[in-house]
T-cell receptor, first 115, second 111 residues
Framework: DQQVKQNSPSLSVQEGRISILNCDYT??????FLWYKKYPAEGPTFLIS?????DKNEDGRFTVFLNKSAKHLSLHIVPSQPGDSAVYFC??????????????FGKGTLLTVNP | NAGVTQTPKFRVLKTGQSMTLLCAQD?????MYWYRQDPGMGLRLIHY???????AKGEVPDGYNVSRLKKQNFLLGLESAAPSQTSVYFC??????????FGQGTRLTVV
């Protein structure tokens, strides 16, 4: 049973526009959420995170929004650049007990930013 | 600062052969992980460790064994490789309540 879901396998946007990547989770013990970016033939790299005590976290062009009641988070990239083209993974973990140990990933969304 | 280093980067095995993948981290992280990435499947957790001398099963542990004899190293073993284990393997490490850092990956093909 998938605990972290990224329902869009791919997304294509024009350079300069906004990219919105979505993620849903089912485990109510999750309270720490992360986004990773992955280029081909490289390991995933950390992009941005958010704790459940917040509903928004911003870092430059990247903003993550968390809606705890809907168990939904989204990553906004504004403005999108061709170099942002990559696979984006949503991940989640708990902050206490056994759920703190693991980082559970979604299946990823391939973002293509067209010049 | 090397971060997380995986050895080897590529390997081709014949069915039934064994091998060990090595992961080394120089960040003094407590937790270490082995994931596999397959097309359309995302990153699936094989085994993990929450400290030196400890290991635990993840989502897809069958056919793999692990050991963490030293805090900085996490080894993933395949005793008898099968074509279903053809994948890209990623090691990661982290501290509690922080982000994980990943290695560059090992591309394994079992023929």
């Amino acid at each position: 049973d998938q605990q972290v879901k990224q329902n869009s396998p791919s997304l294509s946007v024009q350079e300069g526009r906004i990219s919105i990547l979505n993620c849903d989770y089912t485990n109510s013990m999750f309270d720490y959420f992360l986004w990773y970016k992955k280029y081909p033939a490289e390991g995933p790299t950390f992009l941005i995170s958010i704790s459940s005590i917040k509903d928004k976290n911003e870092d430059g062009r990247f903003t993550v929004f968390l809606n705890k009641s809907a168990k939904h988070l989204s990553l906004h990239i504004v403005p999108s650049q061709p170099g942002d083209s990559a696979v984006y993974f949503c991940a989640a973990s708990g902050s206490s007990g056994g759920s703190n140990y693991k980082l559970t990933f979604g299946k990823g969304t391939l973002l293509t930013v067209n010049p | 600062n090397a971060g997380v280093t995986q050895t080897p980067k590529f390997r081709v095995l014949k069915t039934g052969q064994s091998m060990t993948l090595l992961c080394a981290q120089d960040m003094n992280h407590e937790y270490m992980y082995w994931y596999r990435q397959d097309p359309g499947m995302g990153l699936r957790l094989i085994h993990y460790s929450v400290g030196e001398g400890t290991t635990a099963k993840g989502e897809v542990p069958d056919g793999y064994n692990v050991s963490r004899l030293k805090k900085q190293n996490f080894l993933l073993g395949l005793e008898s490789a099968a074509p279903s284990q053809t994948s890209v393997y990623f090691c990661a490490s982290k501290q509690p309540n922080t982000e994980a850092f990943f290695g560059q990956g090992t591309r394994l093909t079992v023929v």
